[in-house]
């Protein structure tokens, strides 16, 4: 139309623009300025706390009455792996500030999300998602290889408060578990109790831990009867079958066998913790209809029925094994792909490159100082080793927050959105 003003879109911030998948390390190292400070508190404040219930929990499993000590002993580790999804959070929480995506928030009029607020909402996801890749295995045997140097030969019993309690007062505590569990669950999601989420989460971890402990007990007197079930047996005649008619079976598995533990610390890991990142900025749903939004799936996800956005949810318990071991990853490969495919060769590239340098650097260290005395090592290594474990930590959740700024707002140029 004649005398019409037609004006063009909107160009997007130049904040916005200047994010660069190749920019990636630069701008992990531009939040590692503004924010190592606090990182370093953060990490070095859960080192005590974690220090502090592993000596409680190895001092209070050995002594009279063994049955109630090793309850205790677990409820310790359940703190202490509590304990670590919490720093996780706080470290991820305190670098909120040096993100653009969130600064872009808060122009925009949202409300940032407390602390508190993103514990309350984030770490039952997490404690799912740190259940299901077994992360909770680095921590008891810490704990295991602790209180066995502390007690060994003084008590027999050194190394066994995690795998020493019954399997039936086990199962007794488990249900006592789950039904704390259930109902500060329901709390959670009708959000009628502050704190509730964390709560929940307690006890969802309680729940697990001596849930597993009955059933390594009971596994393990069972796996001589479960070897000769007839479905077992069928099914390991079918595989050795296979191995013989087909020539290339074997090599094929074998070769499977060696690449698969690469694949996963390098790429599917990574992609987790990204996917942890992404809950504590409230990027998406932790469920599976966050891996089909925005497709043309997402009709049929409709369908199946809608998911909480706060807290886990599975859309059947068959599939739930499949979907908190993998659908956290899937989630995390959409988000960086948002970013271009260059973001997401980096940021696996990054995280591997981090483990590898203090790898190399710690060893170096050792060298240096060397074991002309044997001795000094009891002194010397544990702080060798704090310096490694923050050195690590910190420069990961920097990684982890650059790359998801960088899709975040490369999605937001675009006129995406992350949000649940």
Not at 34 to 59: N, T
Not at 207 to 225: C, E, H, I, K, P
Not at 375 to 402: K, Q
């Amino acid at each position: 139309m004649s005398g019409t003003t037609v004006m063009p879109p909107p160009s997007p911030p130049a904040t916005v623009r200047t994010l660069s998948a190749y920019g990636l390390p630069a701008h992990a190292l531009r939040i590692l300025g503004s924010c190592g400070l606090s990182l370093v508190l953060w990490f070095s404040a859960g080192r005590v706390v974690r220090g502090a219930l592993m000596l409680a929990g190895s001092e209070v499993s050995h002594g009279d009455y063994r049955q109630v000590r090793f309850v205790i002993t677990m409820f310790v580790f359940t703190l202490i792996v509590l304990n670590e999804l919490i720093v996780m959070v706080g470290m991820l929480h305190s670098v909120r500030g040096a993100l653009r995506e969130i600064r872009a928030r808060r122009e925009g009029g949202e409300a940032d999300e407390s602390m508190f607020g993103a514990l309350n909402r984030a770490t039952l996801a997490f404690a799912a998602i740190y259940l299901a890749w077994g992360f909770q295995n680095q921590d008891a045997r810490d704990f295991i290889g602790l209180d066995f140097n502390r007690w060994v030969g003084e008590d027999e019993t050194a190394g066994d408060g995690l795998v020493g309690l019954d399997p039936r007062v086990s199962l007794a505590v488990a249900a006592v578990a789950y039904l704390l569990k259930a109902l500060f669950g329901w709390l959670h999601a009708g959000g009628k109790l502050k704190g509730s989420g964390v709560l929940t989460t307690f006890f969802e971890l309680a729940f697990a831990f001596y849930s597993l402990n009955a059933l390594f007990v009971f596994t393990s007197a069972r796996s001589d009867w479960l070897g000769h079930r007839a479905a077992v047996m069928t099914f390991t005649d079918w595989t050795e079958q296979a191995r013989e008619a087909i020539p290339w079976w074997k090599d094929f598995w074998e070769a499977v066998g060696g690449v698969w533990p690469y694949f996963v610390d390098s790429m599917v890991v990574p992609l987790t913790w990204l996917t942890v990142a992404s809950l504590v900025y409230g990027a998406f749903a932790e469920d599976t209809r966050a891996i089909v939004r925005g497709t043309r799936l997402d009709t049929v996800a409709d369908q199946l029925g809608r998911t909480h956005s706060l807290t886990r949810n599975t859309m059947t318990r068959a599939t739930a094994g499949f979907q908190e071991r993998w659908v956290p990853p899937a989630n995390a490969f959409r988000l960086a792909t948002r970013g271009g495919a260059p973001l997401f060769g980096l940021f696996c590239l990054c995280y591997v490159g981090i483990r590898v340098v203090t790898d190399y650097a710690d060893r170096g260290v050792r060298m240096l100082i060397g074991n002309e005395h044997p001795f000094s090592w009891v002194v010397i290594s544990g702080p060798v080793e704090f310096v490694g474990d923050l050195l690590v930590m910190v420069l990961t959740v920097c990684l982890l927050a650059a790359t998801f700024d960088i899709a975040a707002t490369r999605s937001r140029a675009a006129g995406e959105t992350l949000t649940a």
